[in-house]
């Protein structure tokens, strides 16, 4: 069975890397980055962030591994501008 998850993906100037957030299951809110894998984030943190700079070079690169990482036979990503709080992304 294939599913599609709604996702929005922002950049955390702090550590310098960009990250993909999507709520589960269980309406949790999860963060996805190459470095630091999966995780739970709040809100604000989420909040506090920007989206991609789709004019740097690195950031769209990171941008599309995590894409590549993620996107399978099996599953799909859309990519949302922002996410709605406290739904399932699939």
Do not use: W
């Not at 294939?2 to 310098?16: G, H, L, P």
């Not at 909040?47 to 995590?66: F, G, W």
């Amino acid at each position: 069975m294939s599913i599609t998850i709604d996702v929005t993906f922002r950049y955390d100037k702090k550590f310098d890397r960009v990250e993909m957030f999507y709520y589960d299951e269980h309406k949790t809110l999860v963060c996805f980055s190459m470095e630091e894998s999966h995780g739970e984030a709040c809100y604000e943190y989420y909040l506090s962030l920007k989206p991609i700079d789709t004019k740097n070079q690195k950031q769209c690169d990171a941008y599309r591994a995590i894409a590549k990482y993620y996107v399978d036979d099996d599953t799909k990503i859309r990519v949302m501008k922002r996410l709605k709080r406290c739904v399932c992304s699939y």
